[in-house]
């Protein structure tokens, strides 16, 4: 085995699509900046503030998305390294599995944020399905009930690479839904938004504006990594939640 994966990166070099190291994926450098404990982020993204006094939605995420690891996501969503699928999953699932119990007691549904039609047909697919499907692993491993449920739809809009925070708000104003086929499915029930990168909110707090009109209590959100506001910002603990419903 090991001198036919030796073989193979002769006839085609890989780097960690990270640190670009040589002949390896995702280097163990690399692969330790996600394998960390969840932490809170949501102070970060201005864009999952609202009016009606519930404050911003919990967010949990892995790291910065900085560096090797702002690198080897861009590589993931946008270059064709899928081969990034299986250690970023590995990493959530593992997470997922010390995310704070005070979630709920009822089965949860974890939800992904949706891509473009565009997005999808240039990537194979929603890439953020193999994420989601990782968090609901890390969960029943656990002992805690959960399902993946790829309920929403994106209508309309480009990609939310490069827009500021505004720009990503119209972006997606209006464009993102649950389809009436899946409402039943969500109706009632307590929803976990997944998404790769959190950096103003704009796509989260869509998700859970959608999801809450089609009856769903959204109790939080997990990413792969966070984008850092302009000045640092306090890592905060797990915690508890305060219920907002």
């Known amino acids: 085995m090991t001198f036919a994966r030796e073989l193979v990166g002769l006839l085609l070099p890989v780097g960690c699509a990270g640190c670009g190291a040589d002949d390896v994926a995702w280097c163990p450098g690399c692969a330790r900046r996600l394998a960390g404990g969840p932490w809170r982020c949501e102070d970060r993204a201005p864009r ?98 959960a399902a993946a449920a790829p309920v929403l739809v994106r209508s309309r809009g480009r990609d939310q690479v490069g827009l500021g925070a505004r720009a990503r708000s119209r972006n997606l104003a209006g464009h993102l839904r649950v389809p009436d086929r899946h409402t039943d499915r969500v109706a009632g029930r307590h929803v976990l938004v997944v998404d790769d990168v959190l950096t103003t909110g704009a796509t989260v707090a869509a998700c859970r504006s959608a999801l809450e009109r089609a009856g769903a209590q959204v109790v939080g959100a997990v990413t792969l990594a966070s984008t850092p506001g302009p000045a640092p910002v306090p890592r905060l603990p797990p915690g508890r939640i305060v219920s907002t419903g």
């Open 48 to 145: 999952l503030d609202r009016m009606d006094g519930t404050g911003p939605l919990p967010v949990w995420t892995l790291a910065d998305c900085t560096g090797d690891v702002r690198r080897a996501i861009i590589a993931w969503k946008d270059r064709g390294r899928l081969d990034l699928t299986r250690p970023f999953a590995f990493a959530l699932a593992r997470a997922a599995g010390a995310l704070p119990p005070d979630l709920g007691t009822d089965p949860l549904l974890v939800v992904p944020s949706p891509s473009t039609a565009a997005a999808r047909r240039r990537r194979g697919g929603n890439l953020v399905d193999s994420l989601a499907d990782a968090v609901v692993d890390g969960l029943v491993r656990t002992g805690r009930p």
